[in-house]
């Protein structure tokens, strides 16, 4: 099993909708948690970042951890076409020299 | 600011060639990576450096090699490049490597023929 699952998709939905991105993990060590967004033929950007459990809320997005299940997920509301994208989860443990373990990403498309 | 910047953009490449990607950040982050991009398989870590002086394997390091030249500079070479190395190179850099907010380049495309 690998340490961090993500559906690929992809996910095709009009513009408005609400959007749903998730991520299980198997490490229980991991601490910091964190969501990319990618644009087609440029690098990752970080998008959410949020430490341990809980909620964090940036506008129309919305990161949730639960560590007792080890499931991740985004939410994305009010889609917009600018908004269609890959967004791969990521996540580390708290220990010097680890590096972040990135999901496969899940390729999002609005449609106008 | 150019954040970070990796050269070249573009490279075709024939089997058993050698060639280095070029990476350098001026954020004045302690930490750098090199990680591969394939279709169906994400991000994977080739190598990164947590700080100047010291580096360390990923999860696919085998066929490259790393020099973290400065604290700026991190390139990775293909001393005997294989099809199977045909994919899109990623650079980051991050301040730490323990909270993991890194910054990614723009990307290098290899084609190995």
């Known amino acids: 099993q690998k340490e961090v699952e993500q559906d690929p998709g992809p996910l095709s939905v009009p513009e408005g909708a609400i959007v749903s991105l998730n991520c299980t993990y198997s490490n229980s060590a991991f601490q910091y948690f964190m969501w990319y967004r990618q644009y087609s033929r440029k690098g990752p950007e970080l998008l959410m970042y949020t430490y341990s459990s809980g909620n964090k809320e940036d506008g129309r997005f919305t990161a949730q951890v639960d560590k007792s299940s080890k499931y991740i997920s985004l939410f994305i509301r009010d889609s917009q076409p600018s908004d269609s994208a890959t967004y791969l989860c990521a996540m580390s443990r708290p220990q010097a020299g680890t590096a972040l373990i990135f999901g496969k990403g899940t390729t999002l498309s609005v449609s106008s | 600011n150019a954040g970070v910047t990796q050269t070249p953009k573009f490279q075709v490449l024939k089997t058993g060639q050698s060639m280095t990607l070029q990476c350098a950040q001026d954020?004045?982050?302690?930490?750098m990576y090199w990680y591969r991009q394939d279709p169906g398989m994400g991000l994977r870590l080739i190598y990164y450096s947590a700080s100047e002086g010291t580096t360390d394997k990923g999860e696919v390091p085998n066929g490259y090699n790393v020099s973290r030249l400065n604290k700026r500079e991190f390139s990775l070479r293909l001393e005997s490049a294989a099809p199977s190395q045909t994919s899109v190179y990623f650079c980051a850099s991050s301040e730490t490597s323990i909270s993991g907010e890194l910054f990614f380049g723009e990307g290098s495309r290899l084609t190995v023929l």
């Open positions: 954020m004045n982050h302690n930490s």
